[in-house]
């Protein structure tokens, strides 16, 4: 199981959100080249990135910063989402050496963009899956639909997908521990590998993780943001449990 640093970028900075609202923001860094050299150095297998303004804008707005830390850190893979909302924006960001696009919102509006994705860009695509008790939230969270992250989950099982991103926004920068029965819960019930996301807060909740990809659940990794930021939880020792037997 991967345990992925987080960069999730607004003005070109560094921050975290809290439950996904952009009134709630922290800079972590001012410098999210240099976040994601510090990550690397710290043993970071993958780097998990997001274009929040990018996301409510529908395009990406700081791809710059993105390829610039892929061309620094070529041997980090990256994975990045937010505004990929159609085949020439993903194409971009492979060309310069992304070797994941993630795709949120389009996935809801239009599921047949996933599989039309899949097929150009073979085991390069995720689908983000963001919910807010448990219905599918869209357009840099700030929309809430009528799809239960169930039946999104279902709908991408013969699409080819690398993996599906699944984030509990209640959780997420709350720093109150892995929502990891629901996780557990949609993994079980998907063709797809998961990886977890939102309320990252210690080696605990890599641990519960570990116990339910143990007994069956398809979870092949964990995103960890504002834990790892502010200390509560080491890149290094939580990969190690992760890693162990």
Same mark, same amino acid.
């Given at each position: 199981?991967?345990?992925?640093?987080?960069?999730?970028?607004?003005?070109?900075?560094?921050?975290?959100?809290?439950?996904?609202?952009?009134?709630?923001?922290?800079?972590?860094?001012?410098?999210?080249?240099?976040?994601?050299?510090?990550?690397?150095?710290?043993?970071?297998?993958?780097?998990?990135?997001?274009?929040?303004?990018?996301?409510?804008?529908?395009?990406?707005?700081?791809?710059?910063?993105?390829?610039?830390?892929?061309?620094?850190?070529?041997?980090?893979?990256?994975?990045?989402?937010?505004?990929?909302?159609?085949?020439?924006?993903?194409?971009?960001?492979?060309?310069?050496?992304?070797?994941?696009?993630?795709?949120?919102?389009?996935?809801?509006?239009?599921?047949?963009?996933? +599989? $039309? *994705?899949?097929?150009?860009?073979?085991?390069? &695509? @995720?689908? =983000?899956?963001?919910?807010?008790? !448990?219905?599918?939230?869209?357009?840099?969270?700030?929309?809430?639909?009528?799809?239960?992250?169930?039946?999104?989950?279902?709908?991408?099982?013969?699409?080819?997908?690398?993996?599906?991103?699944?984030?509990?926004?209640?959780?997420?920068?709350?720093?109150?521990?892995?929502?990891?029965?629901?996780?557990?819960?949609?993994?079980?019930?998907?063709?797809?590998?998961?990886?977890?996301?939102?309320?990252?807060?210690?080696?605990?909740?890599?641990?519960?993780?570990?116990? +339910? $990809? *143990?007994?069956?659940?398809?979870?092949?990794? &964990? @995103?960890? =943001?504002?834990?790892?930021?502010? !200390?509560?939880?080491?890149?290094?020792?939580?990969?190690?449990?992760?890693?162990?037997?």
């Amino acid at each position: 199981m991967l345990v992925i640093p987080a960069i999730d970028l607004k003005d070109g900075k560094c921050v975290r959100l809290r439950q996904g609202r952009f009134d709630e923001t922290t800079v972590f860094s001012e410098d999210p080249v240099e976040m994601a050299g510090q990550w690397r150095e710290c043993g970071a297998r993958r780097l998990h990135m997001v274009d929040l303004d990018g996301a409510v804008a529908g395009s990406p707005r700081n791809a710059k910063i993105v390829n610039a830390i892929v061309r620094s850190y070529p041997d980090l893979p990256v994975q990045i989402g937010g505004g990929i909302r159609d085949l020439e924006i993903a194409e971009s960001y492979i060309e310069a050496g992304v070797r994941y696009v993630i795709i949120g919102t389009q996935a809801v509006r239009e599921p047949e963009f996933v +599989a $039309a *994705a899949c097929e150009r860009f073979p085991d390069q &695509v @995720i689908v =983000g899956i963001d919910a807010k008790d !448990g219905m599918v939230a869209t357009q840099g969270w700030l929309e809430v639909s009528e799809i239960s992250a169930v039946s999104l989950t279902e709908r991408f099982a013969d699409c080819g997908a690398s993996a599906i991103v699944y984030t509990d926004i209640s959780r997420d920068g709350m720093m109150k521990g892995v929502n990891v029965e629901a996780t557990a819960n949609l993994a079980a019930q998907s063709a797809v590998p998961l990886i977890a996301s939102g309320g990252v807060t210690d080696l605990d909740d890599i641990v519960r993780l570990k116990q +339910a $990809a *143990a007994g069956g659940a398809g979870i092949i990794g &964990v @995103i960890a =943001g504002r834990a790892l930021y502010e !200390g509560t939880l080491d890149l290094g020792q939580a990969q190690a449990e992760a890693d162990a037997g």
